[in-house]
């Protein structure tokens, strides 16, 4: 019997082929890696790039601005536009707002770009983005321009400074009120500009800068020496005159402190407080004097304020002021001539002609102008002095102090050159002088007045006069009237009279 053969079955040792789901699951996460390790590796290589760049790296700002992914150029023009606000400058009782520019204060944008630049890319920077701090902030670095800060604090300064004021005094309802030294201040210009560029930042941060103030002391502080003077002023009673050469007449006007005090001003100057009297003042008082004055007659109150003024300050206490006469009209009277207008006013007639411009002859009712008989009076009058001569005595007399010091002969002019009576001063001496119309040498000649006001030549007082050089006149003839206008003494009173009357001496010339 054939035997069958039957082949055996045999198991691989292969594994199955998976099927195609299982083959996803494993090829998704390898690829996944994949593109993780690529982006990875394009990221690292970008961030190589840009850390590498000269841009400041994000997160980054300064003075408020974001600086990231900007070069350090453009950062430092971005943060020169940054100013800062306003700067309060206290004085205490005065107070200015300035702008931080106007101090002289700038960023220093340029470091502080580079500092950005720099700390964007500090070691430290990436422990700061491990723990999530992505934000750097870069501290504003300020500079000061010192030239600029000071050059307007000098301006301010002006507007703040106080100038001291001195101890004073003043009167005031009749009392002498002192009132103390008041300090002033100054800004110290150079202090406070120290001051600001010491600190700029804490002052830019606090918008805060104290002016530095240096006091000034009054230089006078002390009006106890004023008191102490017033006190020994106000025991004087001021003496003013007023003396009319014309009548020979005193009017007294004393005036006690209550009156005068009120006239003093108190000043200063090098060596401290000192009195000055207030000539404003005594002006008005010496105006109410003269308007009570008899009519025509006035106090001349530029000359007689100064005059009051230096007794005051010099301590005299005594002013003498002259009192003066308005110029005068003359109603035309019948018989009238212009000598004898002349003679009653005490002028001679060439004086009322010139006077009266085109004064042809005279009208009853005419109204003539007569000058001032202040024309023959030019020169300050001479106290304590006056001669005195009568034409109707032919006699003179010379007063000292209101005491007669000398009588004497005199002769005046015949009736064909008359002297003129009124009241004249001497006003130049000679010792020889010629008169060419009388072909007269005339000793110890003192001229008193010009009987024709556009002439030089004069009346006046002279000794026996001699003509041809030897051959003396009218050696007999003195006490009665023998000359052509002049007043003729003999010579040895002559010359006595010629020393004693100093120019300016009142003489009188009576009828």
Same mark, same amino acid.
């Given at each position: 019997?054939?035997a ?5 079955h @045999? ?12 083959l996803?699951r ?9 593109i993780?390790v ?8 970008v961030?190589?790039?840009v850390?590498?760049s #000269?841009?400041?790296?994000p ?9 990231g992914?900007?070069?350090?150029a453009?950062?430092?023009?971005? $943060?020169n536009g ?7 400058l #206290?004085?205490g ?13 700038? $960023?220093?944008?340029?470091r502080?770009a @580079?500092?950005? /630049?720099?700390q ?10 491990? @723990?999530g %701090?992505?934000q750097?902030t870069v ?6 321009d010192?030239?600029s800060?000071e050059a307007?604090?000098w ?5 703040? #400074?106080?100038? &001291? *004021?001195?101890?004073?005094?003043e ?6 009120v002192?009132h ?16 600001l ?8 941060s ?8 240096r006091?000034?002391?009054?230089a006078?502080t002390?009006?106890t020496?004023?008191?102490? =003077? ?12 007023g003396?009319?050469?014309i009548? %020979?007449?005193t009017?007294?006007? &004393?005036a006690?402190?209550?009156v ?13 407080l000192r ?8 002006t008005?008082?010496l ?11 006035? $106090? ?7 005059a009051?003024?230096?007794a ?12 003066r /006469? ?8 019948p018989?009238?001539?212009?000598a ?9 007639y060439?004086?009322? @002609?010139?006077?009266n ?13 007569i000058?001032?008989? #202040?024309l ?15 034409m109707? =005595?032919?006699?003179?007399?010379a /007063?000292?102090s209101? =005491?007669?010091k ?8 015949i009736?064909g050159? &008359?002297t003129t009576?009124? *009241?004249f001063?001497?006003?130049?001496h ?11 040498w005339m000793? /110890? ?5 010009r009987?024709?006001?556009?002439s030089?030549?004069?009346?006046g007082f002279?000794?026996? &006069? ?5 051959q003396l006149?009218?050696?007999?003839? $003195?006490?009665?009237?023998v000359?052509?206008?002049?007043i ?9 009279l010629?020393?004693?009357a100093?120019?300016?001496? *009142?003489?009188e010339?009576?009828?």
């Amino acid at each position: 019997m054939a035997a069958t053969y039957h082949p055996t079955h @045999q198991e691989s040792t292969l594994p199955a082929a998976p099927p195609r789901r299982m083959l996803w699951r494993l090829f998704v996460p390898a690829g996944l890696l994949l593109i993780l390790v690529i982006l990875l590796a394009t990221a690292g290589g970008v961030g190589t790039l840009v850390y590498q760049s #000269d841009l400041i790296l994000p997160g980054v700002q300064a003075a408020g601005l974001g600086l990231g992914g900007k070069t350090a150029a453009e950062a430092e023009v971005a $943060l020169n536009g940054q100013l800062g606000g306003k700067v309060l400058l #206290d004085g205490g009782d005065a107070t200015w707002a300035v702008p931080a520019g106007q101090l002289g204060l700038a $960023l220093d944008s340029g470091r502080m770009a @580079q500092l950005a /630049y720099q700390q964007s890319r500090a070691p430290e920077r990436l422990d700061a983005l491990l @723990q999530g %701090n992505w934000q750097i902030t870069v501290d504003p670095i300020w500079l000061v321009d010192t030239a600029s800060a000071e050059a307007y604090l000098w301006a301010i300064a002006q507007q703040f #400074d106080l100038l &001291p *004021v001195n101890a004073s005094a003043e009167w005031t309802a009749g009392q002498l009120v002192a009132h103390p030294a008041v300090p002033g201040r100054a800004l110290d210009v150079t202090a406070t500009a120290a001051a600001l560029t010491q600190d700029p930042g804490r002052v830019v941060s606090e918008g805060h800068l104290p002016l530095v103030v240096r006091p000034v002391p009054a230089a006078i502080t002390d009006v106890t020496p004023l008191l102490a =003077q017033a006190e020994e002023l106000l025991a004087h009673t001021l003496s003013i005159q007023g003396y009319n050469p014309i009548t %020979n007449q005193t009017v007294e006007w &004393p005036a006690g402190s209550e009156v005068w005090a009120g006239w003093l001003l108190v000043e200063a100057d090098a060596t401290g407080l000192r009195w000055r009297v207030d000539p404003t003042q005594v002006t008005a008082h010496l105006a109410t004097l003269s308007e009570a004055l008899p009519a025509g007659q006035y $106090l001349d109150l530029d000359a007689s304020a100064p005059a009051v003024v230096s007794a005051i300050e010099c301590a005299s206490w005594h002013a003498t002021l002259r009192i003066r /006469y308005h110029e005068m009209q003359h109603t035309v009277r019948p018989g009238d001539t212009l000598a004898s207008i002349g003679r009653e006013y005490g002028l001679p007639y060439p004086w009322l @002609q010139q006077a009266n411009p085109g004064l042809e002859g005279l009208r009853v009712g005419q109204v003539v102008a007569i000058p001032s008989p #202040d024309l023959m009076l030019p020169l300050p009058i001479v106290p304590h002095k006056r001669i005195v001569v009568s034409m109707s =005595q032919q006699r003179m007399w010379a /007063y000292e102090s209101g =005491q007669i010091k000398w009588e004497w002969l005199v002769s005046t002019g015949i009736q064909g050159s &008359p002297t003129t009576p009124g *009241v004249f001063q001497v006003q130049s001496h000679e010792q020889n002088a010629y008169a060419a119309s009388w072909d007269l040498w005339m000793p /110890y000649f003192m001229g008193i007045y010009r009987p024709v006001p556009t002439s030089e030549f004069m009346n006046g007082f002279h000794g026996l &006069p001699s003509r041809g050089g030897s051959q003396l006149l009218w050696t007999n003839n $003195l006490g009665r009237p023998v000359t052509y206008g002049c007043i003729l003494l003999s010579t040895e009173n002559a010359a006595v009279l010629y020393d004693w009357a100093e120019e300016g001496t *009142v003489v009188e010339i009576r009828p």
